[in-house]
């Protein structure tokens, strides 16, 4: 995909940059001794968007002022062509070849052109509500191969709906946030009764989370063309796991505190715009899907993903990790109509985990459950360490990015570092 438009921003006009001119993700943030606001990244920048607005130079947006806001669910709310419009606005301002307005004010472009290292990211959105779903079938396959067998892998429902659960939104914070290792109740194998204490197989989950823009209608069911069109954008998406507290509770009724502790998302909600050259289809069917979860064109993204491992202390980060949100069974369009097709109200700022997204191989694993197979085969870190499961002190980061043959579309990187236990009681 070759696209030749230029910004005149200099750190935007390199190929190295995951935030070019095609990008233009949206989040939250905070110049020093000031109240968060909304912003656009751009090279290695932040460009103030209620600056912009205040100086008219979005256009008359509906139902504004949406940018001096602490999140982004007014402007996500506004739908699809207030979200176009200001993307023309901005391509415009920041192009090469285009308005002159900001370029030439060198006022308000020393006002409103921040360094992004200078500034303070907050969470983009405020979470309305959090599901994560199931739908990556290797990660599937493998945990069920796991705990049941390979040849009972897979839940007799998984081939036929995009399985999930309901999350916590309180519990969903920006990258850079530090995490407390979860205390809870665990059965040891040989032990007749559980006992209680921290999370001895502290685990991550790669995955993309997909963010409502458009709420739907309580009661009224949506396509997945319908779905589609109410998402505003994507971010990357960790979602903890305390992998011995989850098998001890999750009978009958599935995750419960081994998934509410905290789930990290990167700051930056690259909008789905910005996607559209990279959308693959989802793979062949291995049993025919009802007819509500139809898709009208491809839903899955070619979205390189990477995970980093650093323990306290180690002098470099060592990549466990590299998969592809292609190798999604089910899109976020259909989660997203599966979700509502009952009836479910869905609203501007919900959250959609994707599920763990895990390669074809061991390499593109997308949790240390798989990659260390329940901790029997542990990985080698970069200076000789080993991790069969997360210890304290230990960061970890996730990084994607879709790549064009002249540009790259980057999502930042969902960072979180694991703290030990609270003392309790």
């Known amino acids: 995909m070759v696209d030749g438009r230029k910004s005149w921003v200099e750190s935007a006009a390199t190929h190295a940059t995951p935030f070019p001119l095609q990008n233009l993700p949206y989040g939250v943030f905070s110049p020093p001794g000031a109240a968060p606001r909304c912003g656009v990244a751009i090279g290695d920048c932040v460009l103030d968007l209620a600056g912009l607005e205040a100086a008219g130079l979005l256009g008359r947006l509906p139902a504004g002022p949406f940018f001096s806001a602490s999140s982004l669910n007014g402007f996500m709310a506004a739908g699809p062509a207030t979200w176009a419009q200001v993307r023309e606005h901005l391509t415009s301002l920041l192009e090469t070849a285009g308005d002159p307005a900001l370029r030439e004010d060198s006022d308000l472009r020393a006002s409103a052109l921040l360094l992004r290292a200078e500034v303070t990211l907050h969470l983009p959105f405020a979470v309305k509500g959090y599901s994560d779903f199931y739908a990556g079938r290797q990660h599937a396959f493998n945990i069920g191969s796991l705990f049941r067998g390979p040849e009972n892998a897979l839940p007799p429902n998984w081939l036929h709906i995009p399985v999930g659960y309901n999350g916590r939104a309180s519990t969903v914070v920006v990258s850079g946030t530090e995490i407390h290792r979860p205390l809870g109740q665990t059965k040891p194998k040989d032990a007749e009764a559980p006992v209680f204490g921290p999370s001895q197989r502290l685990d991550i989950e790669l995955e993309m989370g997909a963010v409502v823009g458009l709420p739907s209608r309580m009661g009224r069911p949506l396509t997945v063309q319908q779905a589609d069109h109410m998402i505003f954008g994507y971010v990357l998406l960790n979602d903890w796991s305390a992998r011995d507290i989850q098998v001890w509770e999750y009978q009958p009724l599935g995750p419960f505190q081994a998934k509410v502790f905290a789930t990290t998302i990167s700051p930056w909600i690259v909008p789905k715009t910005a996607l559209e050259p990279f959308r693959v289809a989802?793979?062949?069917?291995?049993?025919?899907?009802?007819?509500?979860?139809?898709?009208?064109?491809?839903?899955?993204?070619?979205?390189?993903?990477?995970?980093?491992?650093?323990?306290?202390?180690?002098?470099?980060?060592?990549?466990?990790?590299?998969?592809?949100?292609?190798?999604?069974?089910?899109?976020?369009?259909?989660?997203?109509?599966?979700?509502?097709?009952?009836?479910?109200?869905?609203?501007?700022?919900?959250?959609?985990?994707?599920?763990?997204?895990?390669?074809?191989?061991?390499?593109?694993?997308?949790?240390?459950?798989?990659?260390?197979?329940?901790?029997?085969?542990?990985?080698?870190?970069?200076?000789?360490?080993?991790?069969?499961?997360?210890?304290?002190?230990d960061s970890l980061t996730l990084t994607g990015w879709a790549e064009g043959a002249d540009y790259r579309i980057g999502f930042g990187t969902c960072e979180g570092r694991i703290l030990p236990a609270p003392e309790f009681p």
Not at 321 to 336: D, E, F, G, I, W
Not at 359 to 371: A, I
Request: charged share 20%; net charge negative; hydrophobic share 35%.
């Open 282 to 393: 989802t793979p062949p069917r291995e049993k025919p899907l009802l007819p509500y979860l139809s898709e009208p064109g491809p839903g899955l993204y070619d979205i390189e993903l990477e995970v980093w491992m650093q323990p306290d202390g180690a002098a470099e980060a060592t990549r466990i990790s590299r998969t592809n949100a292609r190798h999604l069974y089910y899109s976020a369009a259909q989660q997203l109509a599966h979700h509502a097709i009952g009836g479910c109200k869905m609203e501007s700022g919900d959250l959609l985990g994707s599920g763990t997204v895990s390669g074809p191989d061991s390499s593109g694993f997308g949790s240390l459950l798989e990659l260390t197979w329940a901790g029997r085969h542990p990985l080698t870190l970069a200076g000789g360490a080993q991790r069969t499961f997360i210890e304290d002190g």
